[in-house]
């Protein structure tokens, strides 16, 4: 008898959902039906969390049988449009606002205000090119992040901010690519 | 030679003659201030009432919340380096000019008159450039220039200065 998780594996490659479908809700809903249907919730008895990768799509399984979709799929390419439209904002940003000596007027350039409304779903992009750029990043994150969540309360330097910052991003996001 | 980044930002300076030669690399080193009040430096001259470490500010000025900052600080800050208001930018020999530009009374920029007359700015994190005059680099992020500063070249003070140190003396103060 097969392994249960190659068995779910090969299971879940064969469904055709998973690859065609971008609503959630709907590849749940069908995918669902399609295990009912494929794989006996026997088989499934053990407390067990299977985390299956497959084109992207991550399946979770749990002993009582609850089946989960996760389109790891969208939200990577959520993830991809986020970082690609951040990339651009803090390029035209580093750019545009270094004509100015006053750092307020580099505060209010469109794009870092745009960047700090996106909230803290861009906390990790912004942590990631704090490593290699030397413009003022950490005002955005000190109005994204709480006040009382902030690493580098009282730091009155930038180069101690800057790794105050890092090492509070590297606990909570474990890593930052 | 040109620096069309700059031209960028500053709409009146591509029609007018200025140079970019022999000037400081890109930096965030130092601004525009600084560069104004002692040139090439290692920090940058603001009032910043955050992150006060990075920003140099005679310590007896107040710091001023991020677009707030008044030209009084301004001209009290350039005057701990012996510069008093004047009335123009026209060169006079033996004197050093500055020039303070504002938007709605804010500061914004600054930029020293050099021996020869010619005026020479450091961009934000740019370049530094040496412009004839000073319209070229006023307009939408600059502002206007609305008040000159002056002290001697050789470092003395004014004699108006100089009566008030001995009346301040005599004065017991």
Redesign the interface.
Known sequence: MLPERIKLETAARKNPFIKKSEDITYAKRELNDWLVEHIDPSDLSEKYLVVLQTTHTHIHFSDNVSREVLSESKKSSDFEKLEKEFNERADRWEKESSIHSSPGEKFIHKDYLRIIGKGEQVVPLILKRLKTSKKDWLFALENIISEDENPAKGIENFKGAVMAWLEWGNKKYHSIA | MRCL??ED??ENLGSHDYDQDDTSP?T?DY???AYAIVGITNK?W?P?D?????YEWPSHLPREE??K?TLENFIQAFGTKGYRVCGNGKLKKGIEKVAIYTISG????AARQLETGVWTS?????EDIKHYTLPPTEGK?YGKVTVFLHRRRDGKPFLKDKILLIVKKLLGR
Do not use: A, M, T
């Not at chain 2, 804010?106 to 920029?109: C, D, G, I, Q, S």
């Open positions: 980044e700059i930002y500053l890109q965030e601004n525009c201030i940058p603001w910043s955050r992150r006060k470490d990075d991020y677009l900052e804010v500061p914004k920029h450091k961009c934000g994190d740019y992020n």
